[in-house]
């Protein structure tokens, strides 16, 4: 993939394949972001009837910005909802908690070609198709039980005397998960928010299917509708598939060590 | 401790509100669908007719067929998956150089979306300009250049691998976690009984490992009975429909038969068998139900 970002289109067409770029090339990152350039020059190497550049493409840096800004909301989304939702199920003593919980993760099982139909319905309604707070919405619903679930596993190795003492010592509910219990689950709450940026980050059937314009297309639904064109520049489909993946790599380099540790006190037992 | 009525309200709203309206409503529209002749294209025939819809579409032409390629993919790809990420995080939870390399070039196809992953594949399977074609050439197993996609087999592996290539991160680091969990001591009371390597691996690691098993099984089950993207990308169904697994001919009666009460049918369908195979993984496993820990 890194090999045919770097080829021009002359040279992936080639038999037999370069395993290497013959000639390292930039070119198809630029033509990922400036669009209007890409074209320009495919007209003149190529001529008119040569190979063009869907239209899409000319949507992919706004399409970065909504892939972060939809990411991070649900990130954010998860560390607050998750968070206190797992907790209150954990500690909660209340009528029907277990079926509530099970309904949660039950929630996850959901296949996605069966409410598709139904959330063009209701976000039809409420005015929200074809916007980020939609796609956010959806993502935060898949996201929210495997959040729930993991942290209740991680919540529950926390003895409950710490919490009693910090009641006692005159901190509220609310006071007690923020300053005493947020503390000691940290590595736990950076695994999830981690996670959960990637499954919103690589969603595509979902993000697919409830936007029309470049206002809320992400990254993925981009590079679906790019690669679903009969003629594709395909340097260019992998340079931006390569830029896709970017943000990814990095997280995952700077928190590897968080992730697992995180999930090593939580996913188990 | 007694919680009370506005902590509770405070917690849960804000994780259950988007669970209910975009989870459990619209499931529940589904199913109500499901009951119902909807159809866009003969939409003066809409009424109840009952679980006619159940009964219509397992007797379509498509039926068989797609659900035997659905057994097939999740068949080969979810054993797959569970040994190769319990092999992968066994050998990345050794201590050696560049074992933090290797635990990060393990974790790097989890960023890259589906739709990415089966545009790579594809490519390396074209029939013009693949690598995989070019490989096996030199190698000399194959004389000339094949159109694999076009392949019944080649076609279903192209989108097992893409799909297994995506999906190994999340199990792998969750058996990681669970491995690094496990307190040395177990292992070095094993060595001191005099226990071969593969004794101590049943009934230490394997042992601990269960519950995470369990989870393991589960997420990987779901995913491939759902897998969409892959085919979608890859091969839309082809070739001769060997690859349009039963959620694609959902998508298809949605989206190009427009028959919503079909689909609904077999999205409900799909549902239960997911919540099936859920229990049968617990009792298998033997670990009692599903439980909430407090």
């Known amino acids: 993939m890194v090999n045919l970002s770097l080829q021009t289109e002359p040279q ?17 990152y630029e033509f990922v972001l400036n669009a209007e350039q890409a074209v320009k020059e495919r007209l003149k190497y190529f001529g008119i009837g040569g190979e063009f550049l869907p239209a899409v493409a000319t949507q992919y840096p706004r399409a970065i910005v909504n892939s972060i800004v939809t990411a991070l909301l649900i990130v954010g989304i998860n560390l607050a909802a998750g968070t206190l939702a797992s907790y209150t199920f954990t500690r909660g003593r209340f009528w029907g908690r277990m079926k509530l919980f099970y309904a949660t993760i039950a929630g996850r099982l959901i ?4 409410v598709v139909v139904p959330y063009y319905i209701i976000l039809f309604n409420f005015k929200l198709l074809d916007t980020i707070p939609a796609v956010v919405m959806i993502h935060a619903y898949f996201t929210l039980p ?7 596993t991680y919540l529950a190795t926390i003895p409950e005397d710490i919490e009693d003492a910090a009641r006692v010592d005159g901190y509220s509910r609310m006071e007690t998960l923020r ?4 503390p000691l689950i940290k590595p736990g709450i950076v695994a999830i ?14 993000a697919f299917m409830v936007t029309k314009t470049e206002a809320a297309r992400t990254l993925p639904v981009i590079v679906g509708f790019m690669s679903a064109q009969p003629v594709k520049p395909i340097g260019i489909i992998m340079a931006s598939g390569l830029l896709a993946m970017i943000p990814a790599l990095i997280i995952i380099a700077v928190f590897r060590r968080y992730l697992i540790r995180g999930l090593v006190a939580g996913a188990v037992r | 401790m007694k919680g009370d009525l506005k902590d509770i309200l405070i917690g849960l709203l804000p994780a259950l509100i988007p669970l209910f309206l975009l989870g459990f409503y619209p499931l529940g529209y589904a199913a109500y669908v499901s009951l119902f002749r909807f159809n866009l294209k003969y939409p003066d025939q809409y009424g109840f007719i009952g679980g006619k819809n159940y009964v219509d579409v397992t007797q ?3 039926f068989i067929g797609s659900l035997t390629s659905s057994v097939i993919f999740a068949l080969v790809a979810i054993p797959i998956i569970l040994f190769a990420s319990l092999a992968l995080a066994m050998l990345a939870a050794r201590k050696f150089r560049g074992s933090g390399f290797l635990q990060w070039l393990i974790l790097v196809p989890w960023g890259i979306p589906y739709v990415v992953a089966g545009l790579d594949w594809k490519w390396l399977f074209d029939s013009n300009y693949g690598l995989i074609n070019d490989i096996l050439l030199k190698l000399k197993v194959i004389d000339t250049y094949q159109p694999w996609l076009t392949m019944q087999w080649p076609a279903m592996f192209a989108i097992v691998i893409s799909f297994i290539w995506v999906t190994l991160p999340l199990p792998t680091l969750l058996f990681l976690a669970g491995i690094q969990s496990i307190p040395q001591e177990l292992y070095e009371a094993s060595q001191v009984d005099g226990a071969k390597a593969l004794a101590r691996f049943r009934a230490i690691t394997f042992t601990w490992l269960k519950p995470i098993f369990l989870i393991v099984a589960i997420l990987t089950t779901l995913s491939s009975i759902q897998v969409f993207d892959p085919i979608y990308v890859i091969t839309q169904g082809g070739p001769a429909d060997f690859t349009a697994m039963i959620t694609f001919y959902t998508f298809l009666e949605m989206f190009n038969f427009l028959d919503f009460g079909h689909a609904s049918a077999l999205a409900f369908m799909i549902f239960i068998v997911s919540i099936i195979l859920i229990f049968a ?13 407090a």
């Open chain 2, 281 to 293: 993984y617990f009792y298998a496993l033997r670990m009692g139900r599903l439980r909430l820990r």
């Open chain 1, 12 to 28: 992936i067409t080639t038999v037999p394949p370069y395993y290497l770029p013959p000639t390292p090339t930039l070119k198809n």
């Open chain 1, 193 to 206: 928010g981690i996670i959960s940026f990637m499954m919103s980050w690589t969603e595509f059937f979902f």
């Open chain 2, 60 to 62: 379509m032409y498509y």
């Open chain 1, 179 to 182: 300053k005493v219990v947020f």
């Open chain 1, 111 to 114: 296949p996605p070609v069966a």
């Open chain 1, 146 to 152: 495997l959040t729930i679930w993991v942290l209740n």
